[in-house]
C-alpha cells in the first residue's frame, strides 16, 4: 500500500514565475493538507482541503492557492514566486470517518522548492 | 503560535530510554498532546496522542501529568534511527496541527 506520494521531489524557478506541486493521498484518505517547511523550522499550515474544498487555511497569502480532485489528490500552486518561497513543502493526508477524524496525518516526503 | 515548549536539543545513550519533554500549561480541556518526529529529509511521522491518560504503543508511551499543563513522551530503549526532530503538540480534534521547532533528539552510540 502506497503512502502519501509528491511530485515532483526537487524542483528549481526563478522570482516572479509559477510552480503547481502535487500530492496523493495514502489509500481510503480523503483529507489533504499542506505545508510549507522553512530550513531549521517546523513545518508551518498553509490549508486543507476536504470534498474539493479549502476547508481550513493557515497565514499564508493568495499566491498560495490550491486544488483538490475528485479522486482526493491536491495540488499546491504558487504565483509571482519570492526568494523566501524556497522551502520544503510537505502534503499530509487523513481519513476522514465520522466523529473521530483527523486522528492522524501520515506525510509525504515533500518537495523541495529552490526560487532564484 | 505554538502551544508548547520543548527542549532545542538533548542527547540518550543507544539502548537507554529516551525521555523528552514538554510544557502545555495552557491548554484546555478539549486539547489533545500529540507526538510526531521528523527524521532527516523525510516528512513529519505520527507516533502517539492521548488526553488525560497515560497512552502506550508499539512506538512509545506518553506521560501526561495530573494537571495535564505538561507532558513526557518516553522512547524505552532508543536507538540510532530514534535520531530526529520530536514536536509536541496540543490540538482540538479536527484542527490543524500547529508544529513549534520541537526537540532535537541525538542517540549517541
Known amino acids: 500500500d502506497a503512502g502519501v506520494t509528491q511530485s515532483p521531489t526537487h524542483l528549481i524557478k526563478t522570482r516572479g514565475q509559477q510552480v503547481t506541486l502535487r500530492c496523493f493521498p495514502k489509500s481510503g484518505h480523503d483529507t489533504v493538507s499542506w505545508y510549507q517547511q522553512a530550513l531549521g523550522q517546523g513545518p508551518q499550515f498553509i490549508f486543507q482541503?476536504?470534498?474539493?474544498?479549502?476547508?481550513q487555511r493557515g497565514n499564508f497569502p493568495d499566491r498560495f492557492s490550491g486544488h483538490q480532485f475528485p479522486n482526493y489528490s491536491s495540488e499546491l500552486n504558487v504565483n509571482a514566486l519570492l526568494l523566501g518561497d524556497s522551502a520544503l513543502y510537505l502534503c499530509a493526508s487523513s481519513p476522514r470517518t465520522g466523529p473521530t477524524t483527523n486522528e492522524k496525518l501520515f506525510f509525504g516526503s515533500g518537495t523541495q522548492l529552490s526560487v532564484l | 503560535d505554538a502551544k508548547t515548549t520543548q527542549p532545542t536539543s538533548m542527547d540518550c545513550a543507544e539502548g537507554r530510554a529516551a525521555n523528552l519533554p514538554c510544557n502545555h500549561s495552557?491548554?484546555?480541556?478539549?486539547?489533545?498532546v500529540y507526538w510526531y518526529r521528523q527524521i532527516h529529509s523525510q516528512g513529519p511521522q505520527y507516533i502517539i496522542h492521548g488526553l488525560k491518560n497515560n497512552e502506550t504503543n508499539e512506538m512509545a508511551s506518553l506521560i501526561i501529568t495530573e494537571d495535564r499543563k505538561s507532558s513526557t513522551l518516553i522512547l524505552p530503549h532508543a536507538t540510532l534511527r530514534d535520531t530526529a526532530v520530536y514536536y509536541c503538540i496540543v490540538r482540538v480534534r479536527d484542527d490543524k496541527i500547529i508544529f513549534g521547532k520541537g526537540t532535537r533528539l541525538h542517540i549517541l552510540p
Open positions: 495552557t491548554i484546555s480541556g478539549n486539547e489533545y
Open positions: 482541503y476536504y470534498e474539493e474544498e479549502e476547508r
